[in-house]
């Protein structure tokens, strides 16, 4: 069983097996993420501000040194993980995971507060029923974010209260692999949506122009859901909020090569 990044020449090539002789229709997945404290950078700030990675790496936070979050300190949080389920191929899209954004106001001035991050994410998949071992990839994509100063009239981004926060995510859309001689695409898509943001809302956030992210209130808890979907064909034109966080390639998941069914 033949499982190929799109356009590599072959498959690592394992024990023979009978080969799936149509579209595999569902799958077994598995998605695993955390945010990588080594990647994580802070901007400087007051002695008495500190900006954290949970031990567990499913939150940051920063704002006043040993207070708490939702009181003195934002966050960022990862939910909903590990989460598994099964794809139906050109079907609903399941749950991956949650993000949530906790944004506290009262950080007090020249605070430590976030810069960038990297959220590390395992897929794991296998043709449901299949009985084969799990084929893992492990992708990690860039978390771009402006803790604004909150003073009206500096607001990067028309805001209801004095200044939205930014979250900007760097990914591509679709990414294909192969599978048996059948194409499969991955994304991911959003809830609420995400959307292009304007070039000086990108520079807020230190991301280029054309950057994909949303904006949160302050005072305000924002979830934003990731729902996996695999289809048969690249979705050429998002929806709004649809974003791949997969980066580049799915080589790790050569290992689901060729395996005999035992």
């Known amino acids: 069983m033949d499982f190929v990044k799109l356009g590599l020449v072959?498959?690592?090539?394992?024990?023979?097996?009978?080969?799936?002789?149509?579209?595999?229709?569902?799958?077994?997945?598995?998605?695993?993420?955390?945010?990588?404290?080594?990647?994580?950078?802070?901007?400087?700030?007051?002695?008495?501000?500190?900006?954290?990675?949970?031990?567990?790496?499913?939150?940051?936070?920063?704002?006043?040194?040993?207070?708490?979050?939702?009181?003195?300190?934002?966050a960022l949080q990862i939910s909903a993980t590990p989460?598994?389920?099964?794809?139906?191929t050109d079907g609903a899209s399941q749950l991956a995971n949650t993000y949530t954004h906790i944004n506290n106001g009262n950080l007090g001035r020249n605070s430590v507060s976030l810069l960038?991050?990297?959220?590390?994410?395992?897929?794991?998949?296998?043709?449901?029923?299949s009985g084969l071992p799990y084929a893992s990839y492990l992708a990690s994509y860039t978390v771009h974010f402006a803790e604004t100063p909150n003073v009206s009239g500096t607001c990067a981004v028309q805001s209801a209260v004095a200044c939205d926060d930014i979250f900007v995510i760097a990914g591509s859309l679709n990414e294909a692999f192969v599978y048996d001689g059948f194409e499969y695409f991955v994304s991911f898509f959003?809830?609420?949506?995400?959307?292009?943001?304007?070039d000086a809302v990108c520079a807020a956030a230190a991301a280029g122009p054309g950057?994909?992210?949303?904006?949160?209130?302050?005072?305000?808890?924002?979830?934003?859901?990731?729902?996996?979907?695999?289809?048969?064909?690249?979705?050429?034109?998002?929806?709004?909020?649809?974003?791949?966080?997969?980066?580049?390639?799915?080589?790790?998941?050569?290992?689901?090569?060729?395996?005999?069914?035992?």
């Open 116 to 129: 960038t991050t990297q959220i590390d994410a395992q897929l794991q998949l296998r043709p449901s029923g």
């Open 211 to 262: 950057c994909i992210g949303f904006t949160t209130q302050e005072f305000m808890t924002t979830n934003v859901n990731f729902n996996l979907a695999i289809t048969s064909r690249a979705i050429e034109v998002p929806e709004p909020g649809s974003i791949a966080l997969l980066g580049a390639g799915l080589l790790g998941l050569v290992g689901l090569g060729r395996r005999r069914l035992r």
């Open 83 to 88: 989460s598994s389920g099964v794809l139906v």
């Open 10 to 74: 072959a498959a690592a090539a394992l024990s023979a097996a009978p080969a799936f002789s149509s579209q595999v229709t569902q799958w077994d997945y598995i998605v695993d993420s955390a945010f990588d404290a080594a990647q994580t950078t802070f901007s400087a700030g007051r002695a008495s501000s500190s900006g954290t990675v949970a031990p567990s790496n499913l939150q940051i936070s920063w704002g006043v040194g040993n207070g708490n979050v939702g009181v003195n300190r934002s």
């Open 190 to 198: 959003a809830a609420p949506a995400l959307g292009t943001l304007d």
